[in-house]
């Protein structure tokens, strides 16, 4: 099950159950944060190419996908992600998950659900979880090894 919960002032995509203890109450999850980036997504001064390429869109189902052609230019282009609000949640236009910051969500770290990504759309995240974190090497290359 894919959720998108909220902290504070900052949301996550908690992407999997990974681990249940022998108890069966302790969980490992992990998440992604949600950003808008000051209202610039991508866009935001001093971002750099390098980060952008790990960013997604992220919306509310109920509205098509929304972003800056310039964030494509600039090399977004993982695939975009909507979410299946609860109750009277939002999502701005300017919200990117950014797929190659993962944190792990502890029995103690306060979250509310704002909202479900549909089944859907799990490959998506899949493929983009695995564009990011292990980007293809092309071909074989050791920084290491002296030519």
């Not at 908690?14 to 000051?38: F, H």
């Not at 964030?71 to 109750?87: D, H, K, Q, S």
């Not at 493929?127 to 002296?146: D, Q, V």
Request: glycine fraction near 6%.
């Amino acid at each position: 099950m894919l959720v998108v919960q909220e902290h504070a002032t900052h949301c996550l995509v908690v992407y999997a159950t990974l681990a249940e203890l022998a108890n069966g109450q302790k969980q490992l999850m992990l998440a992604s944060p949600i950003s808008t980036y000051g209202q610039r997504g991508c866009l935001k001064d001093g971002m750099r190419e390098t980060e952008i390429r790990h960013h997604a869109v992220i919306h509310s189902s109920s509205r098509e996908a929304w972003w800056d052609r310039e964030e494509t230019a600039r090399g977004m282009r993982l695939g975009p992600i909507p979410v299946e609000l609860v109750g009277r949640q939002t999502l701005d236009r300017w919200s990117r998950v950014r797929f190659d910051n993962v944190h792990t969500v502890t029995h103690n770290f306060k979250v509310m659900n704002i909202g479900m990504v549909p089944r859907g759309y799990h490959p998506t995240i899949l493929t983009n979880l695995n564009e990011s974190l292990f980007p293809s090497a092309g071909p074989s290359h050791n920084p290491r090894r002296r030519t």
